[in-house]
């Protein structure tokens, strides 16, 4: 009995130590997921403004608190961004026919990344179980997928047309696949679930570098920006 109530004793004596190094753990690990609003940003006039497209991020998520308000964030996700752009342009093509033509040019510019950010970040108590959380820092992107399809009644001489064009996006006709920029956002930590909006803002021209089947990638920059509603839950 004796040898018993020794072993029990321990097994207490150490197994509280490390249940109070789990709990003291400045690592904190999340599943995320999200609803992106991206476009690209021309330097080309003629562009019409609307040009958002709706798409998704997913991924993991890591914190390092440095102290109960100051933490680190990075994570690897998927995330789709890109542009569709559809008005009275030619985009690209000068002999793209609009008057009188049912069928608007459109253009869809489709984008995967997998992308890494590095935030740092600040959390501010609300009340009990509740922070609010501000956070900033820079992203890096790499193109791995996606289509450029663009959709125009194009006249060659006495000749219109309709056929859809489409190239990947990250050919050797296309956009450049890296990407990096800087991010910031606010969010609410409700202690396993963080709600943000984040906004990046992309600092590299991704225009294509040489010759380009799609025109309306010529002659112009190109710098992504995306609007980003995510959900982060901890396990």
Known sequence: MKHVSLSLLLVVVFALPSASLAQESPFDFAFRAGLNLSYLSFDKGEVPGKRIKPGVNVGLAANYHTSESLFLQTALTFTTKGARIRGDVPLGFEGVVVDGRTTKPELMSQQMYVQVPLHIGYKIPLTPGKKLTVQAGPYAAYGVAGKTRLT?????????????????????RGLQKLDYGAGAGIGLDLGSTIISLNYELGLRNIAPTGITYIPFYHDTSYKNRNLCLQVDIRF
């Open 152 to 172: 125009a009644d194009v006249l060659y001489g006495d000749y219109i047309d309709d056929t859809p064009m489409e190239e990947k996006t990250f050919g050797s």
